[in-house]
């Protein structure tokens, strides 16, 4: 094997690994189920544990007084920059997300 096809199939596999972890985020994030807050506006990602994860992007400060309102609310800390993974030992994105967390409850709405 010449010097360029290793570097090709080395590329290859790189190319590959990266498609083959983003279909899997993209798919695995997709199974979590979604609810809409009070305004319909803002999907919220409802775990089985003791936090929201909100999303990654709001569309301005009310949506965001908004969020921020709602997890007081809920008895939780608002997190600008939180983790959107549900277990810290599966492979995940990261990247900031809001997030509500040590809520006294389960989300259940």
Known sequence: MT????????IFILLF???AGSIYFYFSSQIVSTKETENNSTPIVCEETNREVYGTSVTGDNELKTLKDKCRLDGGVFNECG????????ACASVCAFT??????????
Do not use: G, R, Y
């Open 3 to 10: 010097k360029h096809q290793k570097e090709f199939t080395i």
């Open 17 to 19: 690994s990266l498609i």
């Open 83 to 90: 983790s959107p993974c549900k277990n810290p030992t599966e």
């Open 100 to 109: 509500c967390e040590d809520i006294p409850k389960e989300c259940s709405e």
